[in-house]
């Protein structure tokens, strides 16, 4: 079975600082990883994801991970935080092509001191 | 892209009635579609797979009977908390698989909860 650990319920940052989320996976296959942000009273909007080809992956609002098997890490960065970026970050695996399940990490909260 | 919509948002109930939830994809069509549950300050929690025209499958621990699920068509699926109890309060997120983007799931904004 697979599953994710994201290490630090809460993070607060700077504006303007470095933002960094820290994930790691456990999967007996290769994983398809996921980055997910929710705002209070919504649903999930995907960040970026990971399905095997580029081992660092950019998305939406300037974030981007690197997948890193040796360390079986999916990190979250942001080189600048904004206000805007605060939010409950997930992360999330799925075993890959044919498997549907997604298994959520505990989430991280992100803040941002201004 | 694609959108996922949930209805209603919030909804507040006695002890004892039933709730329905909806959950549709707006811009596509969705075979599959996934009930989640999230408890305050906590992770989402799949609770059943929802499969349009056939019966849903449930995760381990979570009553069938007490969360009916009905997929009938490949824009809707609903997902039914039968005789309430407070315990039952929490946020409802639905996601729909996109087979045009790589099945990704896109995810409802959530209907909340509570039960009096």
Redesign the interface.
């Known amino acids: 079975a697979q599953s994710v650990t994201q290490l630090g319920s809460h993070v607060s940052v700077s504006e303007g600082a470095l933002v960094l989320l820290r994930c790691n996976y456990s999967s007996s296959v290769p994983p398809y990883l996921f980055w997910?942000v929710q705002y209070p009273?919504?649903?999930?909007?995907?960040l970026l994801?990971y399905?095997s080809a580029a081992t660092l992956v950019k998305g939406i609002n300037g974030f981007e991970a690197e997948f890193k098997k040796s360390e079986t890490s999916f990190h979250l960065t942001k080189p600048s935080a904004h206000m805007s970026d605060a939010a409950e970050y997930?992360c999330a695996v799925r075993r890959g092509?044919g498997n549907?399940?997604?298994?959520?990490?505990?989430?991280t909260r992100l803040t941002i001191i201004p | 892209g694609a959108v996922v919509s949930q209805h209603p948002s919030r909804v507040i109930c006695k002890s004892g009635t039933s709730v329905k939830i909806e959950c549709r994809s707006l811009d596509f069509q969705a075979t599959t579609m996934f009930w989640y549950r999230q408890f305050p300050k906590q992770s989402l929690m799949l609770m059943a797979t929802s499969n349009e025209g056939s019966k849903a499958t449930y995760e381990q621990g979570v009553e069938k009977d007490k969360f009916l699920i009905n997929h009938a068509s490949l824009t809707l699926s609903t997902l039914t908390v039968t005789s309430a109890h407070p315990e039952d309060s929490s946020f409802y997120i639905c996601s729909a698989r996109a087979s045009s983007e790589g099945d990704l799931q896109f995810f409802g904004p959530g209907t909340r909860l509570t039960v009096l």
């Open positions: 997910y009273n919504q649903g999930l909007q995907l994801k399905t997930f092509f549907e399940k997604l298994t959520f990490g505990t989430g």
